[in-house]
């Protein structure tokens, strides 16, 4: 009658059996002798040392700390729980931004651009543009955002200002009809002359072609970029191609497929 049986203090202290043999295997807790009937027997003394176990383990202690943590005296106890609160908090911040990140995998752009570029991607819609347009966009912006991040914001920036002059949304909007049109259209010609003049007449247009290149010495991440989603031998492909070109002749540095 000295003490209780091990179920009965698991229930005093809230825990299940199974958790006192654990706390008993790591050491954390004594197991108690035998009384003479064959039960082990769990006094005060036990039933503290359990509570006291379990309680820093609901703080978020790691068991493996909890004995030593036990076993200090007062001022290297309180030194521990003063970096074991440091260390919640930091795994605070880490799920806050855990949850962040999965309210925003609710919108599949936001989960991979920033807010400006989601904005404009909404300006693009209400521009017109086709969803299937404005989604390969957003593919496009994703990959750039990936292999030049330190040139990203700038991008955007750039875009922001085209996006205000009615010639240049005129353009785009026309280069989005285009891709419906066959690769030999003589109109793809004519299209990528505007596109190219226009660019050269407006540099700060231009930066949206020139802008992530210059911030890297790669032609193939240049192409991967300027060229995704492209389909070999289709009228964008050959349109883009015409543009290049023309930027080219005009002096204007486009890398070539085959440079690296």
Known sequence: ????????????????????????????????????????????????????????????????????????????????????????????????????????????????????????????????????????????WVLARALVPEGFDDFLTHVEHALDDPRFVALIKRATEATAWEPDDPRLAELATAIADHFLANPAHLKIVTGLQARTDAAARYHLIAHYGEEQGSATARGVALVEAKLRAAGIHIPRPDTH
């Open 1 to 140: 009658m000295n003490g209780v049986t091990i179920g009965q203090a698991a229930a005093f202290v809230g825990v299940t059996v199974k958790t006192v043999r654990h706390y008993h295997k790591l050491g954390l807790v004594k197991e108690p002798e035998r009384d003479s009937s064959g039960y082990r027997r769990y006094g005060s003394a036990e039933l503290l040392r359990l509570v006291q176990v379990r309680t820093l383990a609901a703080a978020g202690v790691p068991l493996a700390e909890v004995g030593p943590l036990l076993d200090a005296d007062a001022a290297l106890f309180a030194a521990a729980l003063t970096d074991v609160e440091r260390q919640l908090a930091e795994r605070i911040e880490e799920l806050i931004a855990r949850r962040d990140m999965l309210r925003r995998l609710a919108d599949g752009d936001r989960a991979l651009l920033p807010d400006r570029a989601v904005a404009l991607l909404e300006r693009l819609s209400g521009l017109g543009l086709p969803a299937d347009e404005v989604a390969a966009t957003r593919e496009g």
